[in-house]
């Protein structure tokens, strides 16, 4: 039951994190680019004002859908056998093909707006960049702390040792 609640918790977490860098990044570009692409995409129908309450409902429920497809990409339950840079390459592919499908059903841009097409393949590449570096930069860390945490159990236990 214990179980259960953390991963709740863990999936509300991560669905409201990536909601709100979503909504984040959404609103810093509305107030640059808000008023030019009024008429581009529903997204930006306030212009530079900010985001309609449908627009962020949309967005959340996108954050969830991403959160849920972590969350099955990386649960020992259902995909076990799998190495993590398959799943990783899945889960990126997913998210892809999920936010194509959101981009049609909301009508976020016209199907033949080649630029609009192509700033979100910047974009979606871009975030993918990012949360690629901040991923191997938080690995990085994390191993040095590990490191440092062996070596000062190494030295004590070195101690111990000696006495026995």
Same mark, same amino acid.
């Given at each position: 039951m214990d179980s259960k609640r953390n991963n709740i918790f863990s999936f509300l977490t991560e669905t409201f994190v990536l909601f709100a *860098?979503?909504?984040l990044l959404l609103m810093l570009l509305?107030?640059?680019f808000g008023e030019g692409a009024k008429t581009i995409s529903?997204?930006?129908r306030l212009g530079s004002q900010g985001l309609a309450i449908p627009t962020m409902l949309q967005f959340f429920l996108a954050a969830a859908t991403v959160a849920a497809l972590r969350a099955? @990409?990386?649960s020992d339950k259902i995909? +076990?056998?799998m190495k993590a840079?398959? +799943?990783a390459t899945l889960l990126v592919i997913s998210i892809?093909?999920?936010h194509v499908i959101y981009i049609i059903v909301f009508r976020w841009f016209s199907f033949d707006n080649y630029y609009a097409w192509l700033l @979100?393949? *910047?974009f979606f590449l871009g975030g993918f960049v990012a949360g690629l570096l901040f991923m191997v930069i938080k690995t990085k860390l994390e191993n040095r702390q590990y490191d440092k945490l062996l070596s000062q159990y190494k030295n004590q236990h070195e101690g111990d040792d000696d006495n026995e």
């Open positions: *860098v979503d909504i509305a107030i640059f529903p997204i930006y099955l @990409f990386y995909i +076990k056998n840079i398959w +799943k892809f093909i999920i @979100f393949l *910047v």
